[in-house]
C-alpha cells in the first residue's frame, strides 16, 4: 500500500449531530477520553449558546471564541486518525451544520432515549440523506427513564426515514438499567453509573450461556432472550456496505455521561466507518488515492480579534497532498495561492502542519479571499459541489445609519455573505436590500459584527415574508408575465437570478396554481 493509501484508510471524519440537550457535547468529550485528547471530563466547553443567551450578544461572541477551539478535534485511536467535527447546537446556526456535513464522511445522531426524534435532527437527517451520508445511531440516557427501546426504533424508522438495525440491546432503562447485550460482539456490558469507569465487559457464548442468568439474574435474561428474538425476527442481519450507502443506521444505547456503551460506540465506527472516498465535483469524480491535491472551503470562521479582520476558512482535503508552502489554484479567482501558516487541530490545540491528508481539515488564515464552497487544486479545473442555500425563513430590510461609512457597510455585508452568514437578496421593484436568515441570532450577529468589523452601522426594518423562492421557466413569455404580475415581489440573490418573495403561504400557492409554466425552487441549486 503507497503511503497515501495507507494513511486514508486510517481517516475517519465525522459529525456527531443531535438536537440541543441530547448529548452530543457529553458525547464528543467521552470519544475524546478514549482518544487520550483530553485526560479529565469536564475539559471540553460546550459551544452551545444557551436559550437564555440569545439576545446577549456579547456572551455569544464568549462562547465563539470555544467554538473555534472546538471546531475540529483530531485524535488518534489505535491505528485510526478520527476527525470530529463540531457543529453549533444553536438552531440559528444550522446552516453551519448542513455545511460542516458536505465534509465529512459518516455521522453519529444522538437520540435522547425519553425525547426520541426531536425538530432538529429531523432536519439534518433530510441533509444526509440527500448526500447519503451513513449514519450511526447513539440512544442516549438510558440511565433515565425513558421509552421502550422498540417504540424509539420505530420512531427513528419513520421520523428519519431509515432503517434501523440495533447492535446492542439495553436490558431495562432507567433506574433499573443494568446494561446492553452486545449483538455485535456477543458480550454482556454491565452498566456501573461512574462518569469516569469503563464498561465491565461479560464474555459469553450466546444468550443461553448460563453465565447471563448468573449475571443479570432469570427475569431480566429471560426478558433479553425474548426481546433478542424479537430483533432477530423482524431487523434483517446487520449489511456494513448497506450502511456505507446510507440506506441502514446501526443502532447502539447507553449512557454519554456515564461512559457507558460509548468505547463500544466507538470500536465499532472505525471499523464500520467510511474512510474518505471519492468525490463527484462537478467535472469528474475525484478520488482521494489521486496525487495531485484538491480540497474544498466549507466553513469560514470570523477571528475573535477586532483589530485585524482576518477568518480562519476550513479546508477539507479531497485528494492528494496538501503541502504547506505549495502554489495551489484558487478556482473561482483563478490566482495561485501558497499558504505559509496552515493550522491542523490536534488534541484541541492548533498547530501549524507541514502536510494534511485527505479526510484532515485544514485552518488557512485568509483576509476575505475565500467563500464557503471554493475549490482549490494543483491546477485541474475543478469545482466541488456544495450544499444549495435553502429558503431563508426570517426576512429584513437592512438600511444604513451611518451615510458616511456606505463603502464600509457594503463591503461587510458582502464578506459576511461569502462568509454564508445570511443571504442577501435585492428587491428590484424598490432597491432595498433584503437579508434573508434561518433565525433571529443571525441578525444580531450580522449587526455586531458589521459594527466591531467594519465600522459600520445598520438598522433593521421589519419585513413580512413567508418565504423567498427561486423561479425559471423554460417558457420566456411566461417568466416574463409572472414578474410584470408579482413586479413588487420580485428579488434578485447575488447571482443575479430571479427570486420570488411571497408574503404568505396563500399567495405561493395561488402563484404556483395560476402560473403552471413557472418552477419554484426551494433550495438554491436546481
Ligand atoms: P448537547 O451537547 O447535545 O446539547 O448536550 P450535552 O452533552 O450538553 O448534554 C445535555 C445534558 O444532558 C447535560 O446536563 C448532560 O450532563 C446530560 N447528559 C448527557 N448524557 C447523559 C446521560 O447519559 N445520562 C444523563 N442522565 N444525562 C446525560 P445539564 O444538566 O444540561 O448540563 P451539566 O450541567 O450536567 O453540564
Redesign the pocket.
Known amino acids: 500500500m503507497s503511503n497515501l493509501t495507507s494513511e486514508i484508510s486510517k481517516r475517519r471524519t465525522f459529525a456527531i449531530i443531535?438536537?440541543?440537550?441530547?448529548?452530543?457535547?457529553?458525547?464528543?468529550?467521552k470519544l475524546l477520553l478514549f482518544g487520550g485528547a483530553i485526560h479529565v471530563a469536564g475539559a471540553v466547553k460546550?459551544n452551545?449558546i444557551r436559550k437564555t443567551a440569545t439576545s446577549d450578544w456579547m456572551e455569544i461572541e464568549k462562547q465563539r471564541g470555544i467554538s473555534v477551539a472546538t471546531s475540529v478535534m483530531g485524535f488518534n485511536y489505535g491505528d485510526y486518525k478520527i476527525n470530529i467535527l463540531d457543529t453549533p447546537?444553536h438552531q440559528d446556526f444550522a446552516e453551519d451544520t448542513y455545511r460542516t456535513l458536505t465534509a465529512v464522511d459518516s455521522v453519529i445522531i444522538?437520540v435522547?432515549v425519553a425525547k426520541g426524534v426531536e425538530q432538529q435532527t429531523r432536519k439534518l437527517m433530510e441533509v444526509c440523506r440527500m448526500r447519503n451520508t451513513p449514519v450511526i445511531i447513539f440512544v442516549?440516557?438510558?440511565?433515565?427513564e425513558g421509552r421502550d427501546p422498540f417504540d424509539i426504533l420505530d420512531e427513528l424508522e419513520s421520523e428519519l426515514k431509515i432503517n434501523v438495525r440495533p447492535l446492542s440491546w439495553p436490558i431495562n432503562i432507567g433506574a433499573k438499567f443494568k446494561g446492553v447485550y452486545n449483538i455485535y460482539e456477543h458480550g454482556l456490558d454491565l452498566f456501573q453509573p461512574d462518569k469516569q469507569k469503563v464498561t465491565e465487559r461479560v464474555e459469553i457464548k450466546d444468550l443461553n450461556d448460563p453465565l447471563v442468568n448468573e449475571t443479570i439474574g432469570e427475569t431480566d435474561a429471560n426478558k433479553l432472550r425474548e426481546d433478542l428474538e424479537l430483533v432477530e425476527g423482524v431487523y434483517p442481519e446487520f449489511d456494513v456496505n448497506t450502511y456505507l450507502d446510507g440506506k441502514v443506521a446501526p443502532v447502539f444505547f447507553?449512557?454519554?455521561?456515564?461512559t457507558?456503551g460509548v468505547k463500544e460506540l466507538l470500536d465499532c465506527f472505525v471499523r464500520i466507518a467510511p474512510s474518505p472516498r471519492p468525490i463527484q465535483a462537478e467535472e469528474r469524480v475525484v478520488n482521494p488515492e489521486e496525487e495531485a491535491f484538491s480540497g474544498f472551503v466549507f466553513k469560514i470562521h470570523a477571528n475573535m480579534d477586532p483589530n485585524h479582520r482576518s477568518c480562519i476558512a476550513f479546508v477539507k482535503v479531497c485528494s492528494g497532498v496538501f503541502r504547506r508552502n505549495a502554489n495551489y489554484k484558487h478556482m473561482r479567482s483563478g490566482k495561485l495561492m501558497k499558504f505559509s501558516a496552515p493550522t491542523a487541530f490536534m488534541a484541541q490545540k492548533k498547530d501549524v502542519v507541514d502536510e494534511a491528508y485527505p479526510g484532515d481539515i485544514i485552518g488557512i488564515p485568509d483576509t476575505g479571499n475565500f467563500k464557503i464552497g471554493d475549490t482549490l487544486t494543483e491546477g485541474e479545473d475543478l469545482h466541488y459541489k456544495g450544499l444549495p442555500s435553502f429558503s431563508p425563513e426570517m426576512f429584513k430590510y437592512i438600511e444604513n445609519s451611518d451615510p458616511m461609512k456606505t463603502k464600509q457597510l457594503n463591503k461587510g455585508v458582502e464578506q459576511l455573505m461569502d462568509e454564508g452568514v445570511a443571504q442577501l437578496f435585492v428587491n428590484q421593484f424598490n432597491g432595498r436590500k433584503i437579508i434573508g436568515t434561518v433565525g433571529q441570532l443571525q441578525f444580531e450577529v450580522i449587526q455586531y459584527r458589521l459594527l466591531h468589523e467594519y465600522g459600520a452601522q445598520c438598522r433593521w426594518e421589519p419585513l413580512r415574508l413567508y418565504k423567498a423562492c427561486w423561479i425559471e421557466s423554460d417558457d420566456e413569455a411566461a417568466l416574463k408575465a409572472f414578474k410584470a404580475r408579482k413586479h413588487q415581489f420580485m428579488a434578485v440573490d447575488r447571482d443575479g437570478r430571479d427570486v420570488f418573495l411571497a408574503d404568505s403561504g396563500y399567495v405561493l400557492q395561488m402563484a404556483q396554481s395560476d402560473f403552471p409554466k413557472i418552477k419554484f425552487h426551494f433550495t438554491s441549486e436546481f
Open positions: 443531535s438536537h440541543p440537550d441530547a448529548g452530543k457535547t457529553t458525547l464528543t468529550e460546550s452551545k447546537g444522538v435522547d442516549n440516557k438510558l440511565d433515565r447507553g449512557s454519554a455521561l456515564n457507558f
